[in-house]
């Protein structure tokens, strides 16, 4: 008890009853949590066996058992450390027998799952592409979600017809689970419910048995996982819940943070006494998460020194902004950093191109945490071995890596014929393939061969990121990466593109050819960097959660971006907050120093100029230091954006932009005046507008030169359309 706080130390021995802890980053839970524990089997004399202690990893639980381990006696704990999933698995080894199963049931991984679903789906006739396998999937959880399929298809006796298998994806599905008695994660918890509900023996037994339970990150369990937890504590009501709304990050995966704020306690604990941040870290954290509304209310303190103060940078470019990242991380290293204490966080995966490329040119070492480098991922590697191939004919590494995506039904067998000829030819695989089109037949070949030709033409008057745009059209690789709707695929690419337009524009005054660009890129794409040394870290903020480190620079804080615009678009009021929590957790990571930097620019997520994030302007201006200079008109263009979304979120709101707002350097009623003069556009963001055909409606956006708007019609159809096919009905023919 003596190196617990005092709300450490009454969380630990509040054992009766509902008791909610709101732990804040770095409060010390887990200790609370464990001490808890042991306080209950040292203290008061539980068995362990009557203790059911749950959270969200393996690796979470395999810590608490560790720690628990070294403050009782040997073997006074159990399994019940373990996941929800866990649980499951231990419940159902004890009472599957109720539903026919044997003990030893099977519990299929995601490759399983996968396996089973093609074998359905071909039964069914269903074409099955990686897209539809996953669409599959989706729909087989939908179908199990609305429950009812444990009683059609699963109790004894049940009898699926091959009618049933042919015409229902559950029917198909589930009956093969059948044939191997083997279940999935969603049937874990479900069959577990399901037992609970039906034999009251099994239900009383276990509540019986389950004298307290633990459960941590409690605020993101799902609503499934808290119906099994109430139901498993009714008896004894010793229920322990801790968890921090604020740093609920997975809503999107189902997480009910809400559940968590409003729940039933008899007891409320805050543990706000932050060991990790210096205050003026906890300054930013504080000032900036206080506009959430989905939240219990609290201040994290520490009593740490003062520390460093808080540096935003705002840079002209992204160039400049990563040059200043990198100086920075130079600079901690001169003062006697170790470069493992230095992380980077950012948004979205696609935002590390910059930051790598910066890195690699220091020559400093770095990883990507928990994910592969820029220009290591697939769809990268697949779109420079188009256009190495177009510059290179003879490079069969890049012809091996293309010929077949996307897929052009060009199979082993077909490049064994055209190695073959290689070989006999004394030739590359493409000129091979170019001079024995006609023999090797298929109309992928001659599709394929007929881009290649087409590009290689096209490449000799036109620029390097116009090619790429015509090769991802015309070769269908994007179009295939849209239909999979892997959205962070796609803007990796849009990242890739507008990399090489920063390229080419910074060497406009030479002749910039596809080799040259080639060749540079190699630099960035070598396997030098793979070493046992200690790295920098980067990684996106949803990895960084539950980590620390000394150093931490939050990068690409630019409305839109961070916010992310499409969480914010796809789940309104709730994805904004979400995005603000992101920021909480990015913000708390840091132990020592925190940097955040933003820059101007071209805004790949909003098609539009990038403007400060809103939540650097919740900041107090007080609590950091602003290096580089930021124009009035980027914080108005801000306030406008952040308009336009709400908006959306609530569309009783009047379209009309009020002039008055939070954001430094509010003033005017145009925040994009000087682009809209630049380019003499009759129209601005927020105006109604009117269209001949889909009639009256509201400007969203505006592309990059206010030729093209994006506008929002009644019904919520949103189109981009040309400026000289809209009319402001306000203004006189």
């Not at 749950?54 to 019940?80: C, P």
């Amino acid at each position: 008890m003596d190196e617990l706080n005092s709300r450490q130390r009454e969380a630990v021995v509040s054992t009766e009853g509902r008791i909610r802890v709101v732990a804040g980053a770095g409060t010390g839970k887990t200790k609370a949590l464990t001490h808890r524990y042991a306080y209950i089997v040292n203290t008061l004399g539980i068995d362990p066996a009557n203790i059911l202690c749950l959270t969200f990893t393996n690796k979470a639980a395999a810590e608490m058992r560790q720690r628990i381990a070294a403050m009782v006696h040997s073997g006074d704990y159990n399994d019940f450390v373990c996941t929800i999933h866990g649980f499951c698995v231990k419940f159902l080894r004890k009472e599957i027998y109720r539903l026919g199963f044997p003990k030893g049931f099977s519990v299929l991984d995601e490759e399983d799952c996968k396996a089973i679903a093609k074998d359905t789906m071909d039964e069914m006739g269903i074409k099955r592409t990686e897209k539809t396998v996953k669409q599959f999937l989706t729909g087989i959880a939908a179908d199990k979600a609305l429950n009812g399929y444990i009683e059609t298809y699963m109790l004894p006796g049940s009898v699926i017809s091959d009618m049933q298998r042919r015409t229902s994806r559950l029917a198909g599905y589930v009956s093969r689970q059948m044939q191997h008695f083997a279940l999935d994660f969603d049937d874990l918890i479900n069959v577990t419910k399901y037992i609970l509900d039906r034999f009251q023996d099994a239900r009383e037994w276990w509540q019986n048995a389950l004298n307290y339970i633990m459960v941590d990150e409690a605020q993101d369990c799902n609503l499934d996982d808290w119906d099994l937890i109430e139901r498993l504590a009714a008896k004894h009501r010793n229920l322990f819940v801790v968890g921090d709304p604020d740093q609920s990050i997975y809503e999107w995966r189902g997480a009910r943070p809400d559940l968590f704020v409003h729940f039933a306690s008899d007891k409320d604990i805050v543990l706000d006494e932050n060991y990790r941040s210096t205050p003026k870290i906890l300054d930013i954290a504080n000032s900036v998460i206080a506009h959430n509304k989905n939240r219990i209310p609290k201040d994290l303190f520490t009593r740490k020194a003062e520390g460093r103060t808080v540096i935003h940078f705002h840079g002209k470019t992204e160039k400049e902004e990563m040059e200043w990242v990198v100086g920075q991380v130079k600079i901690l290293l001169g003062a006697g950093a170790a470069i493992n204490d230095i992380a980077v966080l950012y948004r979205s995966g696609w935002q590390s191109r910059a930051i790598e490329q910066e890195l690699l040119s220091a020559k400093l070492d770095y990883t990507i945490w928990g994910g592969t480098r820029f220009f290591e991922r697939r769809e990268i590697k697949d779109a420079l071995s188009y256009l190495r191939l177009i510059a290179h004919p003879d490079d069969d590494l890049s012809f091996r890596r293309i010929i077949n995506v996307p897929s052009r039904k060009l199979g082993r067998a077909w490049l064994e014929r055209l190695q073959l000829l290689a070989l006999t030819d004394g030739e590359a695989l493409y000129p091979t393939l170019k001079a024995h089109l006609e023999e090797l037949g298929r109309e992928g070949a001659a599709s394929f061969v007929a881009l290649i030709e087409d590009a290689r033409e096209y490449a000799l008057t036109h620029r390097i990121s116009d090619l790429l745009t015509r090769v991802l059209d015309r070769s269908g690789l994007k179009q295939a990466i849209r239909e999979d709707q892997d959205e962070d695929r796609l803007e990796n690419l849009d990242e890739l593109l507008s990399s090489i337009r920063f390229y080419e524009t910074a060497r406009r005054e030479e002749e910039v050819t596809l080799a040259d660009y080639l060749q540079d890129i190699a630099l960035y794409t070598n396997d030098d960097h793979r070493k046992d040394t200690p790295t920098l870290k980067l990684m996106t903020i949803h990895q960084a959660k539950g980590l620390e480190f000394p150093y931490v620079f939050v990068i690409g804080l630019s409305e839109g971006i961070f916010p992310n615009m499409r969480s914010i678009r796809e789940y309104k009021k709730n994805g904004e907050e979400e995005e603000r929590r992101l920021m909480y957790v990015a913000v708390t990571r840091a132990e020592k120093a925190l940097f955040l930097t933003e820059s101007e620019g071209y805004n790949i997520a909003t098609k539009l100029n990038k403007y400060p994030s809103r939540f650097l302007a919740e900041i107090k201006r007080e609590t950091l230091v602003t290096e580089g200079v930021i124009p009035e008109d980027l914080w108005r263009g801000t306030r406008n954006l952040v308009h336009v979304l709400d908006e959306e979120m609530d569309p009783h709101r009047p379209v009309r932009l009020s002039t008055e707002g939070a954001f430094p350097g509010d003033a005017g009623d145009d925040p994009f005046a000087a682009e809209r003069a630049a380019y003499n556009s009759p129209f601005q963001v927020g105006d109604i507008v009117s269209h001949a055909v889909f009639g009256e409606g509201r400007i969203l956006s505006a592309n990059k030169d206010w030729t093209t708007f994006e506008v929002e019609f009644p019904g919520g159809t949103v189109r981009s359309i040309r400026s000289h096919f809209l009319s402001r009905p306000d203004l006189p023919e």
